[in-house]
């Protein structure tokens, strides 16, 4: 049996790991400097300046101005320098590149749903191919969970009712630890999972292998003619129905009763599946029923995928803005919500 070295740290696999380990380092460091520069301190004033019968009264000393400047400003500057590195990173870590893989991920007591754009799904697994960026929208079914991979380093809260992202880029191929890091009930320590970083060969054949049966917006099509959605949500341009048209609305802004404006990404969409009356849109009325408990995390990602894909190809005349871009990893789908709903759009 392969005997295993002790490791301080997980094993570093992915760009962001080295970064995040140097910050560590940086920070145990100062801490155990300064930790054993005033424990030692102390022993020694304790000891130097300890109680005597000779001891003479103390005299009041006034001064020291550039002690005091001195002790203020090399603190200040260490911790600007954690502030700045630390920020620096937490930017890198919350903002994924645009031409990323999108993976969904959904919570649920106690385990993790993975579900790829091309139709495939797995339970307590995922696998990507090395030297790519992958992007992952997750949420919950249940209670607050956290997606967390040591070996990339990177960890997010998994919630309710909302969407989160969270990227890394593999650069080793191998099994690697999914852990939740948030308690979530009495399974969960055993709330446990591998992410499998195959090379790209690997990952097609294993891709192409068989268990999908459509891509996620052709499942979200399936489903909203399903749930009837298409009675009062239009898919075609310049179409008017009961509800908004879904042609080409995917990040775009909309206006609702109340005055204000709200971008369609995945968040809204959801929403709207479930709580429909939170958001009217101005010119509509609120007579979208609720698809709470009829729709599963998973039928709300797909419907999200395919008001995304409804309209123009993104940068074509007519298609979404940038920030439509944007949004629709961080939660593609909130529009769709609505127009899953066939009843109402809560515009």
Avoid at 238 to 243: A, F, N
Wanted: glycine residues 10%.
């Amino acid at each position: 049996m392969e005997q295993k070295s002790i490791q301080f740290f997980p094993e570093q696999a992915s760009t962001i790991a080295h970064s995040v380990d140097g910050l560590y380092l940086y920070l145990v460091l100062v801490t155990a400097f300064f930790s054993i520069l005033i424990a030692t301190l102390i022993v020694i004033f304790a000891v130097k300046y300890r109680r005597r019968a000779d001891t003479p009264t103390p005299k009041a000393v006034h001064g020291g101005l550039w002690l005091e400047i001195t002790w203020s400003v090399i603190p200040l500057g260490l911790s600007m320098v954690m502030f700045a590195w630390g920020a620096s990173i937490f930017f890198t870590e919350s903002r994924p590149p645009a031409d990323s893989m999108e993976i969904y991920v959904t919570g649920k007591q106690w385990m993790w749903k993975i579900q790829h754009m091309e139709g495939q799904r797995e339970i307590n697994e995922l696998h990507i191919p090395v030297n790519r960026d992958i992007k992952l929208t997750m949420t919950s079914e249940d209670v607050i969970h956290d997606f967390y991979v040591p070996a990339f380093r990177t960890k997010s809260d998994v919630l309710p009712g909302r969407y989160t992202t969270e990227w890394f880029h593999a650069t080793k191929t191998g099994a690697y630890h999914i852990f939740c890091a948030e308690y979530c009930g009495t399974k969960h320590s055993g709330m446990i999972g591998t992410v499998y970083v195959m090379e790209p060969q690997q990952f097609d054949a294993w891709l192409s292998g068989g268990g999908g049966t459509g891509t996620l917006a052709q499942k979200g099509e399936a489903l909203f003619s399903q749930l009837g959605c298409v009675t009062c949500h239009q898919a075609t341009a310049d179409v008017k129905g009961r509800c908004p048209n879904l042609h080409g609305i995917w990040g775009r802004p909309q206006q609702l009763t109340t005055g204000a404006s709200v971008t369609v990404d995945a968040g809204y969409v959801s929403e709207s599946i479930l709580n429909p009356s939170a958001k009217i849109v101005a010119g509509y009325e609120n007579i979208m029923p609720t698809f709470s408990g009829l729709v599963t995390a998973e039928g709300v990602t797909e419907l999200v995928e395919y008001v995304k894909s409804i309209g123009p190809a993104p940068g074509a005349p007519g298609s979404a803005p940038a920030p439509a871009a944007k949004g629709a990893p961080a939660a593609k789908g909130a529009p769709a919500a609505k127009a899953a709903p066939a009843a109402t759009v809560k515009p």
